[in-house]
């Protein structure tokens, strides 16, 4: 039997934070044609096959992308970069285009996190053990009565959120941590030297009217060489990577400077008339890339092209380096040295072909069943069934009725997103035990719109309260990890800081007139001229003009701009605000937008008539 311990949740770490392609390697690709290196070729002809097998095995996660290539002058394509794209572009496999029609496609898209978790579940339905909110604490050891040497047996393991520890017996103990793999090596081995050299890799989400919906781009010559990815996803853009020296951390944060590049980038793509804001950045997040050098190589400082397998001298097994696209193969390659080492047994591999949870009934439309036979709304029936495959029926049997006409069941979380309150109880049963993990992994929202999984939380902590019978205390501390998440780690601080950043009012010298029409907007709202506004002024001035908003969504859209954390927005503030808006450094303001359009219509509904208001001769 097998057993499987994560630290955290399933793909909490960089399994969710990649660029979410299934590609063969282009730079590999090209390499091997320019410096006729064979074992880049060999690297790329395994990342294809593999790239085909996970778009198989896991139809409802996975689907082709086409990729463009920007060349701007003609004999910008030598012959060799023909071939390149012709080889790397060309498939024996038909893809799918639509529901309808196959058509040849360039590389592979996927949910990396719900991918992840799909193969923990597979696991588990063969048998497997898993177990999230495990650490290792150390490494068990026996000797061995012919050798006398000690052998790894086991570990020693603690449940996070219990505290519980409890010791787990193993004839093989493989290290598959990714960036943290020296820290399992050094419990091994104390002497054991470093072999990872982690990369920050940083990506971004823009609104995804800045992409087209099934085509991405790629392009290898950057200003400063780095290839920079510009793809679909899950209706919005991403927008990356980055490649910086970082230091370990469970919890990697974006910088800001690594958005602005990235940014700065992306502007190169697009028409001129077209501007790309700092404001439009929806969420942004950094991904640890566990780059190694081989421990067995005689050129220990050399990054390995690949990744590499290692068996120490006690038995334990480690793999480390490579990348989503082979990691079938790679735990191929790791399960063969640990039954070699190990003395295990077992036939051959059978995993190429095995499909992973929720693909076994899915077909392309399936949605419209989830429509027909539930009352789901078109959107959220796509979505369940691109999420959860044939398991989407058990997420939709869960899922309460609205009270309207249509949808008939399905309450969303948010309103612009399609997931639904459904998904956290279905989540719990797929080893959800924070807020985190429903926002992160679960569902993706906090990698789609930090705004939105703020909105979110408060719903979905009473949810799981509910079901994980939380106490109220439990409640507060889950609703605080997870903002503190957003707010670090998915780049809800760099969102905010454009405008908390912005201390002047810094509008030219020719839109100095400006500071006077938002001080006369602001004081519509300031009737008795206190300096400030607060949730009582918004109210008055929208009913004045027949608007209603919720009580607790109005108080939501000032403390947005609420820079002191005071109850209400002094005209400082609101300056502030407009002047980070003009720049670009802050878009979609609810706050800014909702007092424009409040002002239009009390301007168009002018002054009062005498004959009106009761008054005259």
Request: aromatic share 8%; glycine share 6%; net charge negative.
């Amino acid at each position: 039997s097998t057993a499987l311990v994560e630290r955290n949740d399933f793909s909490s770490g960089t399994s969710s934070r990649s660029t979410k392609l299934i590609h063969g390697g282009v730079r590999y690709l090209q390499k091997a044609i320019m410096k006729l290196d064979y074992e880049q070729y060999m690297m790329v002809k395994e990342a294809l096959h593999e790239r085909s097998n996970l778009l198989d095995i896991a139809p409802h996660l996975s689907a082709p992308l086409p990729i463009m290539l920007p060349v701007y002058k003609w004999w910008q394509l030598t012959f060799k970069e023909i071939f390149l794209l012709c080889f790397y572009f060309s498939s024996t496999h038909s893809y799918r285009l639509s529901p309808f029609i196959s058509s040849p496609l360039a590389t592979g898209q996927h949910n990396d996190a719900r991918m992840n978790l799909a193969i923990a579940l597979t696991a588990a339905r063969h048998g497997a053990a898993i177990a999230n909110y495990t650490e290792v604490v150390h490494l068990l050891k026996n000797t061995d009565a012919g050798t006398g040497k000690e052998k790894v047996c086991g570990a020693r393991c603690r449940d996070v959120i219990t505290g519980n520890e409890f010791d787990i017996r193993a004839k093989c103990v493989i290290n598959a941590t990714g960036p943290f793999t020296d820290s399992l090596r050094k419990m091994d081995d104390g002497k054991n030297t470093n072999i990872c050299q982690p990369s920050a890799g940083v990506h971004i989400v823009i609104p995804g009217y800045y992409s087209p919906d099934n085509m991405g781009l790629l392009d290898p010559a950057t200003s400063d060489g780095r290839v920079i990815f510009f793809l679909p996803w899950e209706k919005m853009t991403i927008a990356g990577t980055t490649d910086t020296p970082t230091d370990i951390t469970a919890h990697p944060i974006p910088r800001e400077e690594d958005i602005n590049f990235i940014l700065n980038e992306v502007r190169n793509y697009l028409s001129p008339d077209v501007e790309v804001r700092r404001g439009d950045v929806l969420a942004a997040w950094s991904g640890i890339r566990p780059l190694v050098t081989d421990p067995n190589s005689k050129d220990t400082q050399s990054i390995c092209r690949n990744h590499i397998v290692n068996v120490s001298d006690s038995g334990l097994v480690t793999i480390a380096g490579g990348k989503w696209t082979t990691y079938r193969s790679m735990a191929e390659e790791t399960l063969d040295a640990a039954v070699a080492a190990h003395r295990l047994g077992g036939g051959p591999s059978k995993t190429v072909g095995l499909v992973l949870e929720g693909g076994q009934d899915w077909t392309p439309t399936l949605y419209i069943r989830l429509v027909q036979d539930y009352g789901l709304e078109n959107e959220v029936a796509q979505h369940l069934a691109a999420t959860y495959g044939g398991k989407a029926f058990d997420v939709a049997k869960m899922a309460r009725v609205t009270g309207k006409r249509w949808p008939i069941v399905g309450n969303r979380l948010v309103s612009e997103f399609p997931y639904i309150e459904s998904e956290v109880r279905y989540a719990v049963k797929e080893y959800a035990c924070t807020a985190i993990d429903v926002i992160a992994r679960r569902t993706r929202l906090g990698f789609l719109n930090v705004q939105a999984a703020d909105e979110a939380l408060p719903r979905i902590v009473d949810i799981m309260g509910k079901m994980l019978d939380w106490s109220d205390a439990k409640r507060t501390e889950e609703l605080e990890a997870a903002k503190k998440f957003l707010y670090l780690e998915m780049g809800y601080r760099s969102r905010s800081e454009q405008l908390t950043g912005t201390t002047e009012i810094t509008l030219d010298t020719q839109e100095l007139c400006l500071i006077d029409r938002y001080t006369n907007r602001f004081h519509k709202f300031d009737k008795d001229s206190k300096g400030f506004i607060t949730t009582v002024d918004v109210q008055r001035v929208l009913q004045n003009i027949s608007v209603q908003i919720d009580e607790n969504a109005l108080h939501e859209i000032l403390n947005e701009v609420d820079l002191n954390k005071n109850g209400q927005v002094e005209l400082n503030e609101f300056l502030q605000l407009m002047s980070a808006v003009k720049k670009g450094q802050v878009s979609d303001s609810r706050l800014a937008i909702l007092m424009k359009t409040a002002e239009e219509s009390l301007d168009l509904r002018g002054p009062v008539t005498v004959d009106r208001s009761g008054g005259g001769v």
